[in-house]
């Protein structure tokens, strides 16, 4: 059995994960502004999707930097 199998899985698909999850905010801005008609959804989706994929991607560094220090290989 793996110890710390969330680290290992935050290593593996950190990256893919913080690109799904900016992509669907900036989606669910575009299609709230598509049904709202409303060019303000798609700006503050677009911007929240930046915003959440540098946090989630700083995030990923950092356990992957914690995991190559203090984890046996």
């Given at each position: 059995m793996s110890t710390y199998p969330m680290v290992h899985a935050v290593v593996r698909h950190g990256n893919l994960f913080a690109v799904l999850v900016a992509a669907a905010a900036a989606a669910f801005g575009i299609y709230f502004a598509v049904a709202q008609a409303?060019?303000?959804?798609?700006?503050?989706?677009?911007?929240?999707?930046?915003?959440l994929y540098v946090l989630l991607k700083s995030y990923v560094e950092l356990v992957t930097i914690i995991a190559d220090m203090m984890l046996p290989k």
């Open positions: 409303s060019v303000v959804h798609a700006l503050i989706g677009v911007a929240a999707g930046g915003v």
